[in-house]
């Protein structure tokens, strides 16, 4: 890798980790009015953004490590989009967590680097691979965020418009992914995933 992209693909890191995240789309729930929470769902909601704030800086880094070890244009466009709506996941969910007097995960360098790591073996493995890779991540994220779409306050519907719009957002990645050749991970793989994320997901709720 040349200096020149080393450090273009650092920058993206740094940005990812330590800056405001942009988006081009309005914030989903953005005109519904503040709603009405008590202190203790008020930081339920903002433990849970956090947990998805946390999950969209993971997504950055697999998608950039995929993108720096896959040889094919198409793939790398493809990676290039989904890390874009990503970025706005991120923004999005960041405005929420301040909104609900919140803080991003103090573990997200760590997370970042995990991911990235993970990210580069994946694309590495071949295209097929990366893009089965891709479907699962996208898959297991989906049943996330519908998870917390149960979990979330019935009453905090600015934060439930933010999750259901990523929750759309990452099946549309999935389906993407299998459409340009992405093949079904081995069921330990998968495991081995659900299991990773069951502890990051964990620990961010808290820290």
Known sequence: MSIDRLIVEFDKALRAVFAPAPTRRSVPGSDVPMPELSPEEKRHA?????????????????????????????IKQALEHAAWEETEHLAWTERRIQE??????FLNPLWYAGSLALGGVAGKAGDSW?????????RQVERHLDSHLRRLPLADQRSRSIVSQMKFDEMSHAQTA?????????????????????????VAYYL
């Open 46 to 74: 903002a433990a849970l953004m956090r947990v998805n704030h946390c999950g969209e800086i993971c997504a950055q880094a697999l998608y950039q490590g995929q993108a720096l070890t896959s040889k094919n244009v198409v």
């Open 100 to 105: 609900l007097g919140g803080r991003k995960s």
């Open 130 to 138: 990366n893009l089965g890779f891709l479907a699962e991540t996208e």
């Open 178 to 202: 299998v459409s340009l050749g992405g093949v079904d991970l081995p069921g330990p793989v998968r495991l081995a995933m659900k299991l990773s994320s069951k502890v990051m997901t964990g």
